[in-house]
C-alpha cells in the first residue's frame, strides 16, 4: 500500500471457546490485554473477504498446485482431501480472529533433508494464509495494513531430530533451497520466516516465532539454551531460600510511598491520577537482577509479562534499587509496607489501576512459575539473538474446522500432472551446470544463490556465455552492491542480460547497468554510449608496445613470465573498457615480437 489509506476499519477482537467448551491460552492473553484494532484499508485492491464481511472464496487452483509440487518436491504423502481450518489469533493480525490454514502433506520415511549431522525429517506441509502488515502497536492499540493479508504462506515443519544449532541452520538453508528450485517462493529478507523450537533437558518447549535472517539461527538457539540452563538454576536456589507456600498474592498500595519521590517517572504517572503498587516475593533477593541472556535478566522476563498481560512499559524490582530517581529511604519504606524481609525482594508496578492488577497477577504467576523451573512459552526473537515473551504455548483448542470453504479432493490425476513437471533437485542443477563449463565450485555457489532464477531467465536469449553470465551475477554483482549500497531487481537486471551485445566487452555490464537502472537511460541509449567509450585494438597494440618497450629489461629477464605484470598494468587503463581476453592476446602477441 503506498500513500494514504481510503478508508479505516476499527475493530475489537474476542476470545472465544472451542467446540468443547475450551478457551485457548494464547488466545486469553491478547484478550486480556483489551486492545483496539485499526486496520488500513485501499479499495484500489482490497475486498470485502479481508475485512471479514463477506465469506471467503474458494483455494486458487495455482496456489494449492504450488502447494502440492512442494510436497511432492520433498517426496512427501498428500492427503486424500484438503479440509481448510481455523487458526484463532485475536493479536489483530487478522481481520476475522483467526487464520485460516490447511494440511497438504505428512511427511514419511523419504522426506528427509540431508544435513552434515545427519538426516532430518519433515513432519508436514501446510498452505496457510498471511496475516496483515502491522504498522503500529501500543498497550491500548494497534494498527495494520491489509494489503498482505491473505498471501499464501507454505508451512513446513520438521521433527524433532535437530540436535545442533548448526544442524538447525544447515537444515533450514536446505529447506530454503529446495523450495528456490521451485521457483514458485518470493526472495529476499522475510519472504522466509522461521519458527524454532527448541526444549532441553530438564527445561521446556519454546517456541520462537520470526527467525527472518537465517545466519541467526544458531544465535537465537544458543542463547536459548543459555535461558533456560540459567532458568534452572534460578529455581534449585530458589528452592533452597523459599517455597510456594510462602508466596501469597497480596499487593500492597505504595502511591503514599512516593508522593514525594525524585522518580521522573514516578511523579508523572502519579500526576495523571495513575498508582504505585508492590508485591513481596519473599526469598528472591538477589535473583531478580540474575543474567539469563547477555543483557536480559529474571526481572526483563517479569517485566514481559507485564506489559503482554497489563499492557504496562515494565516493572521496577529492588535488585536494582535504588535508582531510577528512587531513593534508599524510599526503598525502607517499601519494604516495611510489604513487611518483606532482608531475604525478601520486592516488585514495583506503576499505572492505571486495572493494568496494574493485570500486571501484578501475571507477574505473581510467573514468580510462581520459577519454582518450578521453565514454563512453556512462544517467544519473540529479537535482532540481538535473545528472545522475549509473547504469549502462552497454544493449545488444542485453538484449531477448528473453516465451516465456509468445503473440503478439496486431491486426485491421483493432479498429482500426476505435478510430478511430470517436478525441477531438478539441487545436485542435478549443479550437474547440469557443470556441463555448461562451470567450475563445480561456481556451480554449487549460483544454485545456493538468489541468481539462480535470473540465470535461467537470461540464458534462454543471451549473448553472453554460461561462464560470463554466471560470473557477473557471483562476482561483480554483489561487488557494486557492497560499493554503492544498492541492489537491482530482476526487472533492471534481465532485460540488460539479455540484449547486452556481443560487440562489447562483458566488463562493460557494470557501465551499461549504472547507466539503466541509476541513469534512466534506454538500453538503445546505453549500448550508443558505451559503444563511443569503447577503445579499439590499435589504441591497445599501441600502448602495449609502448609498455613492453618501457620494462623491456624485466621482460627480457622474466621471457613470457612478465605477461601477467603488464596485464595487470594494461587494464589499470583499459579496464571496462575492452575485453580482457583482448587485451591479453595482444600483450602476449607483443612480448613474443620482442623477444624473437
Given at each position: 500500500m503506498s500513500g494514504e489509506a481510503s478508508g479505516r476499519v476499527i475493530r475489537r477482537l474476542r476470545s472465544s471457546a472451542s467446540e468443547l467448551g475450551e478457551?485457548?491460552?494464547?488466545?486469553?492473553?491478547?484478550?486480556?490485554?483489551?486492545?483496539v484494532f485499526t486496520y488500513h484499508i485501499d479499495d484500489s485492491f482490497n475486498c470485502l473477504v479481508e475485512l471479514d464481511e463477506e465469506p471467503p472464496h474458494l483455494i486458487d487452483d495455482e496456489i494449492l498446485d504450488a502447494a502440492l509440487e512442494m510436497a511432492l518436491y520433498?517426496?512427501?504423502?498428500?492427503?486424500?482431501?484438503?479440509?481448510?481450518?481455523?487458526?484463532?489469533v485475536i493479536d489483530g493480525s487478522n481481520t476475522s480472529g483467526f487464520q485460516r490454514t490447511l494440511l497438504v502433506a505428512l511427511g514419511n520415511d523419504k522426506s528427509i533433508v540431508e544435513t552434515g549431522e545427519g538426516p532430518v525429517r519433515l513432519k508436514s506441509l501446510c498452505l496457510e494464509e498471511e496475516s496483515a502488515f502491522i504498522v503500529e502497536s501500543g498497550r491500548e492499540s494497534a494498527e495494520y495494513r491489509l494489503d498482505r493479508l491473505g498471501i499464501p504462506l507454505v508451512e513446513i515443519a520438521t521433527e524433532p531430530d535437530i540436535k545442533s544449532p548448526t544442524q538447525a541452520l544447515e537444515a533450514a538453508e536446505e529447506v530454503g533451497l529446495a523450495l528456490r528450485m521451485t521457483g514458485k517462493v518470493m526472495r529476499g529478507l522475510g519472504t522466509i520466516r522461521q519458527d524454532i523450537n527448541i526444549s532441553i533437558e530438564g527445561g521446556a518447549r519454546q517456541e520462537?516465532?520470526?527467525?527472518?535472517?537465517?545466519k541467526l539461527i544458531p544465535e537465537i538457539i544458543e542463547r536459548e539454551v543459555m535461558r533456560q540452563t540459567n532458568l534452572i538454576k534460578l529455581r534449585d536456589i530458589l528452592r533452597k531460600k523459599s517455597s510456594p507456600e510462602k508466596f501469597a498474592y497480596n499487593p500492597v498500595e505504595l502511591t503514599d510511598v512516593f508522593q514525594n519521590t525524585g522518580s521522573k517517572m514516578i511523579s508523572k504517572a502519579l500526576s495523571k491520577g495513575d498508582v504505585v503498587y508492590g508485591l513481596k516475593a519473599p526469598g528472591f533477593k538477589g535473583l531478580l537482577g540474575m543474567e539469563l541472556q547477555p543483557g536480559r535478566r529474571f526481572g526483563t522476563e517479569l517485566a514481559d509479562y507485564a506489559r503482554v498481560w497489563g499492557g504496562l512499559q515494565g516493572i521496577i524490582h529492588t535488585d536494582e534499587l535504588p535508582g531510577y530517581g528512587i531513593s534508599e529511604a524510599?526503598?525502607?519504606?517499601?519494604?516495611?509496607?510489604?513487611?518483606?524481609?532482608?531475604?525478601?525482594?520486592?516488585?514495583?508496578?506503576?499505572?492505571?489501576?486495572?493494568?496494574?492488577e493485570a500486571a501484578l497477577r501475571a507477574v505473581y504467576r510467573r514468580m510462581l512459575q520459577a519454582f518450578n523451573g521453565v514454563p512453556c512459552e512462544t517467544r519473540r526473537a529479537l535482532e540481538d539473538g535473545n528472545t522475549d515473551y509473547l504469549r502462552p504455548l497454544p493449545g488444542s483448542a485453538r484449531m477448528y474446522p473453516e465451516t465456509d470453504i468445503p473440503p478439496i479432493p486431491i486426485t491421483a490425476e493432479r498429482l500426476e500432472r505435478i510430478k511430470r513437471a517436478l525441477p531438478?533437485?539441487?545436485?542435478?542443477?549443479?550437474?547440469?551446470?557443470e556441463e555448461m563449463g562451470l567450475s563445480s565450485h561456481m556451480a554449487q555457489q549460483l544454485v545456493r544463490s538468489h541468481y539462480l532464477p535470473v540465470f535461467e531467465k537470461v540464458l534462454k536469449n543471451t549473448s553472453l556465455s554460461p561462464l560470463a553470465l554466471a560470473s557477473f551475477l557471483l562476482n561483480t554483482l554483489p561487488y557494486m552492491r557492497r560499493e554503492s549500497g544498492r541492489e537491482y531487481d530482476d526487472e533492471e537486471l534481465i532485460p540488460l542480460l539479455r540484449t547486452f551485445p556481443s560487440d562489447l566487452p562483458r566488463e562493460m555490464i557494470p557501465d551499461a547497468l549504472v547507466l539503466f537502472a541509476d541513469k534512466g537511460m534506454s538500453l538503445s541509449e546505453v549500448y550508443e554510449e558505451l559503444r563511443r567509450r569503447k577503445v579499439g585494438e590499435d589504441e591497445v597494440r599501441a600502448e602495449a608496445k609502448k609498455l613492453v618497450e618501457e620494462n623491456i629489461s624485466y621482460v627480457r629477464e622474466k621471457g613470457m613470465g612478465s605477461v601477467k605484470m603488464l596485464m595487470g598494468r594494461m587494464m589499470e587503463k583499459f579496464r571496462g573498457l575492452v575485453d580482457g581476453s583482448t587485451v591479453y592476446r595482444i600483450i602476449e602477441e607483443e612480448v613474443k615480437r620482442r623477444l624473437e
Amino acid at each position: 500500500m503506498s500513500g494514504e489509506a481510503s478508508g479505516r476499519v476499527i475493530r475489537r477482537l474476542r476470545s472465544s471457546a472451542s467446540e468443547l467448551g475450551e478457551l485457548d491460552p494464547a488466545a486469553l492473553a491478547e484478550a486480556s490485554r483489551g486492545r483496539v484494532f485499526t486496520y488500513h484499508i485501499d479499495d484500489s485492491f482490497n475486498c470485502l473477504v479481508e475485512l471479514d464481511e463477506e465469506p471467503p472464496h474458494l483455494i486458487d487452483d495455482e496456489i494449492l498446485d504450488a502447494a502440492l509440487e512442494m510436497a511432492l518436491y520433498f517426496n512427501m504423502t498428500v492427503v486424500d482431501e484438503a479440509r481448510v481450518m481455523r487458526k484463532t489469533v485475536i493479536d489483530g493480525s487478522n481481520t476475522s480472529g483467526f487464520q485460516r490454514t490447511l494440511l497438504v502433506a505428512l511427511g514419511n520415511d523419504k522426506s528427509i533433508v540431508e544435513t552434515g549431522e545427519g538426516p532430518v525429517r519433515l513432519k508436514s506441509l501446510c498452505l496457510e494464509e498471511e496475516s496483515a502488515f502491522i504498522v503500529e502497536s501500543g498497550r491500548e492499540s494497534a494498527e495494520y495494513r491489509l494489503d498482505r493479508l491473505g498471501i499464501p504462506l507454505v508451512e513446513i515443519a520438521t521433527e524433532p531430530d535437530i540436535k545442533s544449532p548448526t544442524q538447525a541452520l544447515e537444515a533450514a538453508e536446505e529447506v530454503g533451497l529446495a523450495l528456490r528450485m521451485t521457483g514458485k517462493v518470493m526472495r529476499g529478507l522475510g519472504t522466509i520466516r522461521q519458527d524454532i523450537n527448541i526444549s532441553i533437558e530438564g527445561g521446556a518447549r519454546q517456541e520462537i516465532k520470526g527467525v527472518q535472517n537465517l545466519k541467526l539461527i544458531p544465535e537465537i538457539i544458543e542463547r536459548e539454551v543459555m535461558r533456560q540452563t540459567n532458568l534452572i538454576k534460578l529455581r534449585d536456589i530458589l528452592r533452597k531460600k523459599s517455597s510456594p507456600e510462602k508466596f501469597a498474592y497480596n499487593p500492597v498500595e505504595l502511591t503514599d510511598v512516593f508522593q514525594n519521590t525524585g522518580s521522573k517517572m514516578i511523579s508523572k504517572a502519579l500526576s495523571k491520577g495513575d498508582v504505585v503498587y508492590g508485591l513481596k516475593a519473599p526469598g528472591f533477593k538477589g535473583l531478580l537482577g540474575m543474567e539469563l541472556q547477555p543483557g536480559r535478566r529474571f526481572g526483563t522476563e517479569l517485566a514481559d509479562y507485564a506489559r503482554v498481560w497489563g499492557g504496562l512499559q515494565g516493572i521496577i524490582h529492588t535488585d536494582e534499587l535504588p535508582g531510577y530517581g528512587i531513593s534508599e529511604a524510599e526503598v525502607k519504606k517499601v519494604f516495611e509496607a510489604l513487611k518483606a524481609s532482608e531475604e525478601d525482594a520486592a516488585i514495583i508496578v506503576v499505572g492505571e489501576p486495572a493494568r496494574v492488577e493485570a500486571a501484578l497477577r501475571a507477574v505473581y504467576r510467573r514468580m510462581l512459575q520459577a519454582f518450578n523451573g521453565v514454563p512453556c512459552e512462544t517467544r519473540r526473537a529479537l535482532e540481538d539473538g535473545n528472545t522475549d515473551y509473547l504469549r502462552p504455548l497454544p493449545g488444542s483448542a485453538r484449531m477448528y474446522p473453516e465451516t465456509d470453504i468445503p473440503p478439496i479432493p486431491i486426485t491421483a490425476e493432479r498429482l500426476e500432472r505435478i510430478k511430470r513437471a517436478l525441477p531438478k533437485k539441487p545436485q542435478e542443477k549443479v550437474r547440469e551446470l557443470e556441463e555448461m563449463g562451470l567450475s563445480s565450485h561456481m556451480a554449487q555457489q549460483l544454485v545456493r544463490s538468489h541468481y539462480l532464477p535470473v540465470f535461467e531467465k537470461v540464458l534462454k536469449n543471451t549473448s553472453l556465455s554460461p561462464l560470463a553470465l554466471a560470473s557477473f551475477l557471483l562476482n561483480t554483482l554483489p561487488y557494486m552492491r557492497r560499493e554503492s549500497g544498492r541492489e537491482y531487481d530482476d526487472e533492471e537486471l534481465i532485460p540488460l542480460l539479455r540484449t547486452f551485445p556481443s560487440d562489447l566487452p562483458r566488463e562493460m555490464i557494470p557501465d551499461a547497468l549504472v547507466l539503466f537502472a541509476d541513469k534512466g537511460m534506454s538500453l538503445s541509449e546505453v549500448y550508443e554510449e558505451l559503444r563511443r567509450r569503447k577503445v579499439g585494438e590499435d589504441e591497445v597494440r599501441a600502448e602495449a608496445k609502448k609498455l613492453v618497450e618501457e620494462n623491456i629489461s624485466y621482460v627480457r629477464e622474466k621471457g613470457m613470465g612478465s605477461v601477467k605484470m603488464l596485464m595487470g598494468r594494461m587494464m589499470e587503463k583499459f579496464r571496462g573498457l575492452v575485453d580482457g581476453s583482448t587485451v591479453y592476446r595482444i600483450i602476449e602477441e607483443e612480448v613474443k615480437r620482442r623477444l624473437e
